[in-house]
C-alpha cells in the first residue's frame, strides 16, 4: 500500500532517476518494518505496542537491509532466459520503487499529467532547498 510520503518518494525517486547517468540505478527501496533501535526512546504504551508489534511482525535488520542490497545489485548486465526470477536488468530497476526484492507498480497519480507535473514541482523544490542549505 502505498502511502502520501511513499507517493513523494516515489516522484522524487523518478525525478533523480531522469536527471541521472544511466551507469548509476536510482531506485527507492522499502526496507519494510524492520527490529531498529530509532524507536528505543519511545515511552510508556508506545513503547509496549511497539515491542509486541516487533516481536510479531517486524523483519529483522539484516533481512530489512537485504531489500537495499537487492535494490543496488538486484540488477543484471543483460536480460536473459537464464536469470533466476526476480532479476531485473539495470533499466528495469533505474527509477523504480521496489519492496519484497520486486518492482511495485505506482500509483496511477503518479502516472498521470498532473502526478508529473507534481513530480517536476518537488524535483525542482528539493533543488532550491539544497542550493539554499549549500549557501
Given at each position: 500500500?502505498?502511502?502520501?510520503?511513499?507517493?513523494?518518494?516515489?516522484?522524487?525517486?523518478?525525478?533523480?532517476?531522469?536527471?541521472?547517468?544511466?551507469?548509476?540505478?536510482?531506485?527507492?527501496?522499502?526496507?519494510?518494518?524492520?527490529?531498529?533501535?530509532?524507536?528505543?526512546?519511545?515511552?510508556?504504551?508506545?513503547?509496549?505496542?511497539?515491542?509486541?508489534s516487533e516481536k510479531m511482525l517486524a523483519f529483522t535488520t539484516e533481512e530489512g537491509s537485504r531489500q537495499?542490497?537487492?535494490?543496488?545489485?538486484?540488477?543484471?548486465?543483460?536480460?536473459?532466459?537464464?536469470?533466476?526470477?526476480?532479476?531485473?536488468?539495470?533499466?528495469?530497476?533505474?527509477?523504480?520503487?521496489?519492496?519484497?526484492?520486486?518492482?511495485?507498480?505506482?500509483?496511477?497519480?503518479?502516472?498521470?499529467?498532473?502526478?508529473?507535473?507534481?513530480?517536476?514541482?518537488?524535483?525542482?523544490?528539493?533543488?532550491?532547498?539544497?542550493?539554499?542549505?549549500?549557501?
Amino acid at each position: 500500500m502505498l502511502t502520501p510520503l511513499t507517493v513523494l518518494t516515489v516522484m522524487f525517486v523518478r525525478a533523480l532517476a531522469q536527471h541521472s547517468s544511466s551507469k548509476v540505478i536510482v531506485n527507492g527501496p522499502n526496507p519494510a518494518f524492520c527490529v531498529s533501535d530509532l524507536r528505543r526512546d519511545m515511552k510508556g504504551v508506545m513503547s509496549l505496542v511497539n515491542a509486541a508489534s516487533e516481536k510479531m511482525l517486524a523483519f529483522t535488520t539484516e533481512e530489512g537491509s537485504r531489500q537495499y542490497v537487492w535494490a543496488a545489485i538486484g540488477g543484471s548486465k543483460e536480460a536473459s532466459p537464464s536469470e533466476p526470477e526476480g532479476m531485473y536488468t539495470n533499466d528495469q530497476l533505474h527509477g523504480q520503487y521496489t519492496s519484497a526484492s520486486k518492482v511495485q507498480e505506482v500509483a496511477d497519480y503518479v502516472l498521470s499529467a498532473e502526478g508529473i507535473a507534481v513530480q517536476a514541482r518537488i524535483w525542482v523544490r528539493v533543488l532550491l532547498t539544497i542550493h539554499s542549505f549549500c549557501l
